[in-house]
T-cell receptor
Framework: NAGVTQTPKFRILKIGQSMTLQCAQD?????MYWYRQDPGMGLKLIYY???????DKGEVPNGYNVSRSTTEDFPLRLELAAPSQTSVYFC??????????FGEGSRLTVL | AQRVTQPEKLLSVFKGAPVELKCNYS??????LFWYVQYSRQRLQLLLR??SRESIKGFTADLNKGETSFHLKKPFAQEEDSAMYYC??????????FGKGTKLSVIP
């Protein structure tokens, strides 16, 4: 099993550009999450999903969108990138509360 | 909103010395608490959860509701314990609130 796979690992964007961070899991987990981590800070929840077709906002959803058309995939879309979105993004999945399996992270820089 | 506080950014201990990584939470109900660890060049992974009352890699954590704490302890630190440690709290939902993390450095 690959677990949770995130792509790309690194990306540089210009202000105003858009992009999608991909996340896929092969563990048949119903629950998936997107977190961001700024330097010296804890992880903050952007969006989460409890199953295909169901998504909900987390603590910091502004500037992002998600979709969950399949159990396996949970892409995160950034529209009109801003410097404040420079961060490391982590995708995670779980089968039960608190037991999160994380991806390796995607480092995004917006210039 | 929930809050998880890890007061130490960096904790350095000598090999063989006891380790205590502090974590305090703000949830007033019955929280679900976890410790996650990230070793160098590895993914963030679950270390232990309070409901299991288990010991993983020699680490234990006890929930103290009176002090709203969930400190992580190990009696004898090993070099391979050097890592970033994050405390996390869930309050009856699937959303976890993470602390800022503590970097543990074990000095040989």
């Amino acid at each position: 099993n690959a677990g949770v796979t995130q792509t790309p690992k690194f990306r540089i964007l210009k202000i105003g550009q858009s992009m999608t961070l991909q996340c896929a899991q092969d563990m048949n987990h119903n629950y998936m999450y997107w977190y961001r981590q700024d330097p010296g800070m804890g992880l903050k929840l952007i969006y989460y999903s409890v199953g295909a077709g169901i998504t909900d906002k987390g603590e910091v959803p502004n500037g992002y969108n998600v979709s969950r058309s399949t159990t396996e995939d949970f892409p995160l879309r950034l529209e009109l990138a801003a410097p404040s979105q420079t961060s490391v993004y982590f995708c995670a999945s779980s089968y039960s509360r608190g037991d999160l399996f994380f991806g390796e992270g995607s480092r995004l820089t917006v210039l | 909103a929930q809050r998880v506080t890890q007061p130490e950014k960096l904790l350095s201990v000598f090999k063989g010395a006891p380790v205590e990584l502090k974590c305090n939470y703000s949830y007033s109900g019955s929280p679900e608490l976890f410790w996650y660890v990230q070793y160098s060049r590895q993914r963030l992974q679950l270390l232990l959860r309070h409901i299991s009352r288990e010991s993983i890699k020699g680490f234990t954590a006890d929930l103290n509701k009176g002090e709203t704490s969930f400190h992580l302890k190990k009696p004898f630190a090993q070099e391979e314990d050097s890592a970033m440690y994050y405390c996390a709290s869930g309050a009856g939902s699937y959303q976890l609130t993470f602390g800022k993390g503590t970097k543990l450095s074990v000095i040989p």
